[in-house]
Nanobody, 126 residues
Framework: QLQLVESGGGLVQPGGSLRLSCTTS????????IGWFRQAPGKEREGVSC????????SYADSVKGRFTVSRDNAKNTVYLQMNGLEPEDTAVYYC???????????????????WGQGTQVTVSS
């Protein structure tokens, strides 16, 4: 069973950048759409972005449009989330996941995803 692994989080100042990575501990991401989500303390998990495979069609939540970019490198079995212009409101644990339905890809509806990783903490603070 596919199990995802996120990495790349850390502490960054407002306006800074981070690049998150999503890969697998076994198997391949090449044939899977991948969604990015985040969960801040005391808040529900929310969708951030989604990227299809193999076409690489992307979609974003309104809160991150123009600042975040999702991409994939199937040769490296990795999906990336480049985050620029980070704001304190972006502080959260970030997760990647696979949609239950293979043709589904939307930055939302976490109940429709599975194979969640353990997440990676992103903290935006001065």
């Amino acid at each position: 069973q596919l199990q995802l692994v996120e990495s790349g989080g850390g502490l960054v100042q407002p306006g800074g950048s981070l690049r998150l990575s999503c890969t697998t501990s076994g198997g391949t991401l090449e044939y899977n759409n991948i969604g990015w989500f985040r969960q801040a303390p005391g808040k529900e998990r929310e969708g951030v972005s989604c990227i299809t495979s193999p076409g690489g069609v992307v979609s974003y939540a309104d809160s991150v449009k123009g600042r975040f970019t999702v991409s994939r490198d199937n040769a490296k079995n990795t999906v990336y989330l480049q985050m620029n212009g980070l704001e304190p409101e972006d502080t959260a644990v970030y997760y990647c996941a696979v949609p239950n339905e293979p043709y589904f890809c939307s930055p939302g509806h976490p109940e429709l995803y599975h194979a969640w990783g353990q997440g990676t903490q992103v903290t935006v603070s001065s």
